[in-house]
């Protein structure tokens, strides 16, 4: 049972357009978001994060929207780039856990940005 | 990722053989976590450990597998009579603080160990 849900396994962006990136989650625990960007053969690292209480974090050209009734976030890059080609994965956590569990990560979404 | 430190980055075993993978947190965190990417697959939590105590190992599979995070050292993810299906990536990840809403810790990465079992 998958809780924390990329549909998009791949999406292609023109070099300079927004590259949207979804993410759906079915526990209604989860109050913490991130999203990791993950090159071939390394780690994930972290880009950015948000908070249940809030519905917007941004951070340069990076913005999370979170839209809590309907358990489902969103990543938007603007403009893309050449080298936000990654996949792209979705995490959420149950704070009140206390890192129990750590992070449940979604599957992740390969963006390809294009020239 | 930096901080982070994973090693070997790449291990090749043969059935039945164990394998032990290390991970260094990141300087001032106490808190680790291990994941495994299987191909094609998300990243699964495995194992959450503090120093010399496991806090939640519910994602290890019962047999075979065991975690640890000695009070000196590094922690140890450690794979005994491997299989064919432990190939995988292994990413440890660590955190100063138990991961919290507002306002809350993220956790870092490190760069992986590819286990390959021939």
């Known amino acids: 049972d998958q809780q924390v849900k990329q549909n998009s396994p791949s999406l292609s962006v023109q070099e300079g357009r927004i590259s949207i990136l979804n993410c759906d989650y079915t526990n209604s625990m989860f109050d913490y978001f991130l999203w990791y960007k993950k090159y071939p053969a390394e780690g994930p690292t972290f880009l950015i994060s948000i908070s249940s209480i809030k519905d917007k974090n941004e951070d340069g050209r990076f913005t999370v929207f979170l839209n809590k009734s309907a358990k489902h976030l969103s990543l938007h890059i603007v403009p893309s780039q050449p080298g936000d080609s990654a996949v792209y994965f979705c995490?959420?956590?149950?704070?009140?856990?206390?890192?129990?569990?750590?992070?449940?990560f979604g599957k992740g979404t390969h963006l390809i940005i294009q020239p | 990722n930096a901080g982070v430190m994973q090693n070997p980055r790449h291990l090749v075993r043969r059935r039945g053989q164990e394998a032990r993978l290390r991970c260094s947190p990141m300087?001032?965190?106490?808190?680790v976590y291990w994941y495994r990417q299987l191909p094609e697959e998300g990243l699964k939590f495995m194992v959450y450990?503090?120093?010399?105590?496991?806090?939640?190992e519910s994602g290890m599979p019962k047999e075979r597998f065991s975690a640890e995070f000695p009070k000196e050292g590094p922690s140890i993810l450690r794979i005994q009579q491997v299989v064919r299906g432990d190939s995988a990536a292994y990413f440890c990840a660590s955190s100063p603080n138990p991961l919290r809403g507002a306002g809350g810790n993220t956790i870092y990465f490190g760069e992986g160990s590819w286990l390959t079992v021939v």
């Open positions: 995490a959420a956590s149950d704070s009140l856990r206390g890192g129990a569990d750590g992070l449940t």
């Open positions: 450990l503090q120093k010399e105590n496991i806090i939640d």
């Open positions: 300087k001032g965190h106490s808190h």
